[in-house]
């Protein structure tokens, strides 16, 4: 879980456990599968490429599958090959600005090989299922379908016209802008005097959590015409309720 600064008193700094513990553990505890969140949303934390590539070779080396959350990033993308993740998970509506209609699962080589070799009792919490009709859908004979996945076709289509969009964009431009507009919110929140949740070096740029001791904030800001989240529990260990 997210550990605190040790000077943050009553309003700490929020990062992620130091990467040495976490290998650690796995080491020790030798799990099929990793799952972490490149952006957790609650403290507005973000892990670094470096943290995500070294969780990844330590599951690898103990023969389990790293499990990366991007729902949350936005267009902050992630190298999957060179980061070594095995499965991405993904949706429209985030970073994309599309219909909420799908989970999106990108899978790597080696994880669409363990997938094949699983089984499942279940059809719709099967991974190999959903693997399969998309590998139907994708043959060379034509497009396949199976009965049971009758799909959002029309919210499917506008999710791959706004990928298009988002291509035609460019990709490293959508990350930069992304990154340049998260900086620019967090500096002029600091420059009010609200002090940011995360560590800055753990500092998301798409989810920006402060603190704030106005516990009408959340009213006047609705008032503004803007929807924010207020009051969220961490559960990680804070001593007192945070105001967000």
């Known amino acids: 879980k997210a550990q605190p600064d040790a000077a943050g008193g009553d309003l700490p700094q929020f990062g992620p456990p130091p ?3 976490v290998v650690a553990a796995i080491k020790e505890l030798k799990p099929s599968a990793v799952f972490a969140p490149q952006v957790e949303t609650s403290v507005g934390l973000q892990i670094p490429d470096e943290y995500i590539k070294q969780l990844a070779d330590a599951v690898h080396a103990v ?10 990033a936005g267009t902050v993308w992630v190298d999957m090959e060179a980061l070594g993740v095995d499965f991405l998970v993904t949706a429209p509506q985030k970073g994309w600005s599309s219909p ?24 719709a919490l099967n991974l190999g299922k ?8 994708l043959a060379d004979s034509g497009p396949g379908h199976s ?4 799909m959002p076709t029309d919210c499917l289509r506008l999710f791959r016209d706004t990928a298009q969009e988002t291509r035609d964009f460019g990709w490293q431009k959508s990350k930069d802008k992304a990154i340049e507009m998260g900086t620019k919110v967090r500096a002029m ?15 998301a740029p798409g989810v920006v959590v402060v603190y704030t001791d106005d516990t009408k904030m ?11 989240a207020a009051g969220v529990p961490w559960k990680i260990g804070e001593k007192t309720a945070p105001g967000q």
């Open 100 to 123: 909420a209609c799908a989970g999106v699962v990108m899978v790597s080589e080696a994880g669409r090989e363990a997938v094949l070799k699983t089984k499942s009792s279940s059809m």
């Open 63 to 72: 023969g389990g599958h790293m499990v990366l959350d991007c729902i949350a």
């Open 218 to 228: 959340y009213a006047k800001l609705g008032a503004a015409g803007l929807q924010v």
């Open 19 to 21: 990467i040495e513990e």
């Open 130 to 137: 959903w693997m399969g009709v998309m590998d139907a859908y």
């Open 189 to 203: 929140l600091a420059s009010k005097g609200f002090k940011s949740v995360a560590a800055p070096a753990y500092a």
């Open 147 to 150: 009965y049971y996945s009758t």
